[in-house]
């Protein structure tokens, strides 16, 4: 089974700084996919950014990016300029990729960081 | 607009009753659907998968009997929780994946349902 780790219950920062969100996991799975999913007071889930195991390079959506060290299994989540809309709840996620008679697994959560952007 | 579509965002029902919840995928056909379930302050935790021609496969301590899943259609997934109790009461979210093998290609959450159980 994949245990996922977020140390850090709640951050907060200012505006226009930038912060980074840790997250370890833990497998067995050589290929699997990493997530970053923001949940904001409405809690629709929101897809931030995501990380193929097997890619070397470090995924990045506008001010988001990520730092996997694959052999550490650490998924750090850096978001740069930092604004108020950033402020959600921040959970890191594991899933297994599909296997043929098996199907699709679900994903594995971490219990999420609490970020709050300050003005 | 929505890409997953989860009815109804919210309910109140008393204790022994069954409700229903809907999760459907609008414009893409959902091979995969996965319920999770949200206590406040806590993290989502998987309830189950319904892979597409198959039954239901429930996570450990998850009663199969008491959550009903009916993967219905490509587009169509529901949770029956049946003979609801004030413990049942929780914040539950459905998730459709499609994209064929590569589930990741289109997976999407449904906005949630919050079920008050009195």
Redesign the interface.
């Given at each position: 089974a994949q245990t996922v780790t977020q140390s850090q219950p709640e951050m907060s920062v200012q505006e226009a700084e930038t912060v980074t969100l840790s997250c370890t996991y833990d497998t067995s799975e050589n290929n699997y996919y990493l997530f970053w999913y923001k949940q904001p007071p409405s809690r629709q889930m929101i897809l931030v950014i995501r990380q193929e195991a097997y890619k070397q390079q470090n995924a990045t959506e506008n001010r988001f990016s990520v730092n996997f060290q694959k052999a550490a299994k650490s998924f750090s989540l850096k978001i740069s300029d930092s604004q108020l809309g950033d402020t959600a709840m921040y959970f890191c996620a594991f899933m297994k990729p599909y296997s043929s008679g098996g199907g699709a697994d679900g994903l594995t959560f971490g219990k999420g960081t609490h970020l709050i952007i300050q003005p | 607009g929505a890409v997953v579509s989860q009815h109804p965002s919210r309910v109140i029902c008393k204790s022994g009753t069954s409700v229903k919840i809907e999760c459907r995928s609008l414009d893409f056909q959902a091979?995969?659907m996965?319920w999770?379930r949200?206590f406040p302050k806590?993290?989502?935790?998987?309830m189950a998968?319904s892979?597409e021609g198959?039954k239901a496969?429930y996570e450990q301590g998850v009663e199969k009997d008491k959550f009903l899943i009916n993967h219905a259609s490509l587009t169509l997934s529901t949770l029956t929780v049946t003979s609801a109790h004030p413990e049942d009461s929780s914040?539950y979210?459905c998730?459709a994946?499609g994209g064929g093998?590569?589930?990741?290609k289109k997976?999407f959450?449904g906005?949630?349902t919050q079920l008050s159980v009195l």
């Open positions: - | 091979t995969t996965f999770y949200q806590q993290s989502l935790m998987l998968t892979n198959s496969t914040f979210i998730s994946g093998t590569d589930v990741m997976l959450f906005s949630g």
